[in-house]
């Protein structure tokens, strides 16, 4: 943050209210400044010495934009002003806004403008939206995150005054980053998975919470009814765990070492605490914050971890069972006990989009019937003889439990049907996504198909749908699936068994369904076996694996980068990379691939997607950040033609000459691999590698080659006990950028791009995670990695 907002703490003018030096006299004094500095640097031209900013009649200060010198913008004009015709401009210019403010700093050049505009002032729909650092100064925050109103006594969870509807009105500010806001969106969907609290765009109810992107993250708690009432999502703080633990707060729920009980519990350690941090660890009476009847739950995401506010190495907080004392402060999601507490407080008897859930352990199968019009049955078993030996809910290791359901194709004739059939369901949202895990011990030729039974005054006894299905290869392991539903009459899901020709030993199998009205992700990358390779991988390169590649809805190629055991910067931590790869449509893609959130998660296999606890971390890539490259060398087939035609004579699908100009000295001895193309980059040689429709070469210089049907061995530990878990990522577009932008980059100078950095080059983005989770699983691990996108435009 700039040094002049040091010194406007609180001014009324950063709030709205016109500034309470006229701007008259500041353009006499600090714009004069301005002229004679950019006059003497030669940064400015012509007009644009000028005043930045004008007054007009009524009061309301304006500007002039500092590219093509046009005035009479407000600021939020300004902004999309400079969106539409000064997208992706370098000249150095002195910031309008930064200027008319109290203190302007008058030296403060910015070389892309467009990028310090987004990145300095979100400007909301009032002037002089006030920065993080200037809202946060002064705050009383207690516990560390909480924010106390003192004209009020200080409200607890006691008193249903302080109860926010179930349905609350939000408001994100434009303050906050757009990563910030993907995921804020995500915590909205696990509350109303697993809760009956939804969220609504504010539209004029009398008391909202307005999300902002403040210094750090801090929450009132509970229902303050003072109308628009305030969140943080600052720097660092947009993870979904986090955000899920703020609305907490806001819900009406204080810190769970702060309860009455605590020191049952936990021991604190005063004296290692940092000083003047002490009432952080204040606990409250129970006649000021009620537990619920919830016993204590160190796996609370309300909890402190052992470090919180330490003055040196040693635990503040240590708990009097030591097995969960690397538990306690969790940032992963939802435990059951803070479930159990929301749904408590807010009387909610069921979820918002949870549908339904089957891991078949009861005799009842769920309310699962055997349909008509089929001549065989599933059965519910827990082993079959040509496999699977064991359910996926349990692993066989709980004794005289572990049922799955299954369709026989080691009997019967060819053509033999089966039906299972869901209980009758009620959609509100009109699309769902159903999952479950699957176990194909047939034949090639065997078929599992999804339909649905769709009832309405016209089809009384259901009219089926087909929804897709599955056929191929028997594998002798659990497969995850995932379908996604389009339904809003009332319906039953069908699974249908088809019995092939051939010979088989077994059939279909199936287990823990979840029925959702959530999004489905769109791939899948299953790394298996994962506790051998945790075991064995050393950190870096040697403990790199690689997914195949994948193609987004729009086509872009990508890939995934796995370091088992952390990088050479970070060893004992899961890395994950993201690379663009190339792909067959990257002459007709718009670059740099702007507006993709990426999320990698580790997805707890908790049957029940209601009680998954995953741990996740997502990114936004942002055109904003440019840099300038010379990518005169490279094919035709990238998104800026090279000042010279390159002959592409090459057949589709096949990986083309190396026809273009040589490279600078340091590739010549470099030596890359399979036909790739070596270039410089930062001043350093790398291999450009072939590709085709489906296969790719990789590594440093295109030595390794995969393929799309490629199965990858991984692994994962946890600290306490290896658990099963599957890695899903989610690609999400955040915000469609329209073809302004390949438009301005088309009139750039030839044979040069503006890239993201984050984008066009390699990797695009790095995720740390821990290896320490909780127990829950006793056996060998096995990852899925999931991918998804979706498009959101504005």
């Known amino acids: 943050m700039r040094s002049h907002y040091k010194y406007c703490r609180l001014y009324k003018e950063e709030y709205g209210a016109p500034p309470a030096t006229p701007v008259e006299s500041r353009a006499q004094g600090i714009y004069v400044g301005i002229t004679q500095a950019t006059a003497a640097d030669g940064l400015l031209s012509g007009n644009s010495a000028q005043p930045q900013a004008i007054e007009n009649g009524s009061l309301e200060t304006t500007f002039i934009c500092p590219y093509c010198h046009q005035s009479g913008f407000t600021d939020m004009a300004l902004v999309q002003h400079c969106n539409?015709?000064?997208?992706?401009?370098?000249?150095?210019?002195?910031?309008?806004?930064?200027?008319?403010?109290?203190?302007?700093?008058?030296?403060?050049?910015?070389?892309?403008?467009?990028?310090?505009?987004?990145?300095?002032?979100?400007?909301?729909?009032?002037?002089?939206?006030?920065?993080?650092?200037?809202?946060?100064?002064?705050?009383?925050?207690?516990?560390?995150?909480i924010l106390i109103d003192h004209t009020q006594e200080r409200n607890s969870i006691l008193g249903d005054e302080y109860r926010w509807p179930t349905t609350i009105p939000y408001y994100l500010e434009d303050t906050l980053d757009i990563n910030a806001k993907g995921v804020i969106l995500k915590a909205f969907e696990q509350y109303r998975l697993k809760t009956c609290i939804d969220y609504k765009p504010w539209e004029g109810e009398p008391n909202y919470i307005a999300v902002f992107k403040g210094n750090g993250c801090f929450s009132s708690v509970g229902n303050r009814r003072v109308g628009k009432q305030s969140l943080s999502i600052g720097n660092g703080c947009d993870r979904i765990a986090t955000i899920e633990h703020e609305f907490l707060h806001a819900l009406g729920f204080w810190h769970e070492q702060s309860r009455a009980d605590r020191d049952d519990y936990v021991t604190i350690m005063w004296d290692r605490i940092s000083e003047g941090k002490e009432h952080n660890f204040n606990k409250y009476s129970d006649k000021v914050s009620s537990s619920?009847?919830?016993?204590?739950?160190?796996?609370?995401?309300?909890?402190?971890?052992?470090?919180?506010?330490?003055?040196?190495?040693?635990?503040?907080?240590?708990?009097?069972?030591?097995?969960?004392?690397?538990?306690?402060?969790?940032?992963?999601?939802?435990?059951?006990?803070?479930?159990?507490?929301?749904?408590?407080?807010?009387?909610?008897?069921?979820?918002?989009?949870?549908?339904?859930?089957?891991?078949f352990e009861l005799e009842n199968i769920c309310g699962m019937i055997q349909g008509s019009g089929g001549n065989a049955k599933w059965q519910h078993v827990m082993q079959v003889n040509g496999g699977p030996m064991i359910d996926y809910t349990t692993m066989g290791k709980c004794e005289g439990t572990g049922y799955f359901m299954h369709f026989s194709t080691a009997t019967g004739m060819a053509g033999h049907k089966a039906y299972l059939e869901s209980r009758i369901l009620y959609p509100k949202r009109g699309f769902q996504c159903l999952q479950f895990f699957y176990y194909n011990s047939g034949n090639p030729n065997d078929e599992l198909n999804i339909w649905v039974r769709e009832y309405d005054e016209m089809n009384p006894e259901g009219k089926l749908r087909h929804m897709g299905g599955i056929k191929g290869?028997?594998?002798?392991?659990?497969?995850?699936?995932?379908?996604?539903?389009?339904?809003?009459?009332?319906?039953?899901?069908?699974?249908?068994g088809i019995k092939g020709a051939g010979v088989s030993n077994g059939g279909f199998s199936i287990d823990d369904i979840n029925l959702s009205e959530?999004?489905?992700?769109?791939?899948?990358?299953?790394?298996?076996?994962?506790?051998?390779?945790?075991?064995?991988?050393?950190?870096?390169?040697?403990?790199?694996?690689?997914?195949?590649?994948?193609?987004?809805?729009?086509?872009?190629?990508?890939?995934?980068?796995?370091?088992?055991?952390?990088?050479?910067?970070?060893?004992?931590?899961?890395?994950?990379?993201?690379?663009?790869?190339?792909?067959?449509?990257?002459?007709?893609?718009?670059?740099?691939?702007?507006?993709?959130?990426?999320?990698?998660?580790?997805?707890?296999?908790?049957?029940?997607?209601?009680?998954?606890?995953?741990?996740?971390?997502?990114?936004?890539?942002?055109?904003?950040?440019?840099?300038?490259?010379?990518i005169s060398r490279l094919t035709a087939t990238q998104p800026i033609p090279p000042t010279t035609t390159v002959p592409n004579t090459t057949p589709p699908n096949t990986t083309p000459p190396n026809t273009t100009p040589p490279a600078s000295e340091l590739c010549k001895t470099f030596g890359c691999e399979n036909d790739g193309v070596c270039v410089v980059e930062k001043g350093k040689p790398v291999c450009r590698c072939a590709v085709g429709k489906d296969w790719w070469f990789m590594g440093e210089k295109c030595q390794k080659k995969g393929k799309s049907e490629d199965t990858v061995i991984a692994a994962v530990s946890a600290s306490v006990a290896v658990f099963a878990a599957m890695l899903l990522v989610t690609v999400t577009s955040v915000y469609c950028v329209k073809k302004k932008l390949l438009k301005k980059m088309e009139r750039q100078t030839?044979?040069?791009?503006?890239?993201?950095?984050?984008?066009?080059?390699?990797?695009?983005?790095?995720?740390?995670?821990?290896?320490?989770?909780?127990?829950?699983?006793?056996?060998?691990?096995?990852?899925?990695?999931?991918?998804?996108q979706t498009c959101f435009t504005t």
């Open 473 to 496: 290869e028997p594998q002798d392991y659990w497969q995850f699936h995932h379908l996604s539903l389009n339904v809003s009459k009332k319906f039953r899901v069908v699974f249908q």
């Open 292 to 359: 619920l009847n919830v016993p204590y739950d160190y796996n609370s995401m309300m909890h402190y971890s052992k470090t919180a506010f330490k003055n040196g190495t040693e635990s503040t907080i240590v708990t009097r069972i030591p097995e969960f004392i690397d538990v306690i402060g969790q940032r992963m999601e939802f435990s059951d006990s803070d479930l159990l507490k929301v749904n408590r407080l807010y009387n909610c008897s069921s979820s918002l989009t949870f549908m339904e859930h089957c891991s």
């Open 84 to 145: 539409s015709n000064h997208f992706g401009d370098l000249t150095r210019v002195v910031c309008p806004i930064c200027v008319a403010m109290p203190y302007g700093n008058p030296s403060y050049f910015s070389r892309n403008f467009m990028s310090h505009l987004h990145q300095r002032h979100r400007i909301s729909y009032g002037h002089y939206m006030p920065t993080s650092r200037v809202i946060a100064l002064g705050l009383d925050l207690v516990e560390g995150d």
């Open 750 to 788: 030839p044979g040069i791009v503006m890239g993201n950095v984050s984008i066009i080059k390699m990797p695009l983005f790095i995720f740390l995670f821990t290896n320490k989770t909780h127990s829950q699983r006793q056996f060998d691990v096995s990852i899925i990695m999931l991918l998804n």
């Open 518 to 630: 959530t999004k489905c992700p769109s791939h899948i990358w299953h790394i298996k076996n994962f506790t051998h390779l945790v075991a064995t991988s050393p950190s870096g390169a040697g403990g790199r694996i690689y997914s195949p590649r994948f193609h987004s809805s729009e086509g872009y190629a990508f890939q995934i980068g796995l370091y088992v055991n952390g990088d050479d910067n970070n060893p004992g931590e899961l890395a994950i990379y993201f690379h663009l790869a190339s792909g067959l449509k990257d002459d007709r893609l718009q670059w740099p691939c702007p507006w993709k959130q990426i999320t990698g998660l580790l997805l707890d296999q908790n049957p029940d997607i209601r009680r998954q606890m995953s741990n996740q971390r997502s990114v936004t890539t942002d055109p904003t950040l440019f840099e300038t490259e010379d």
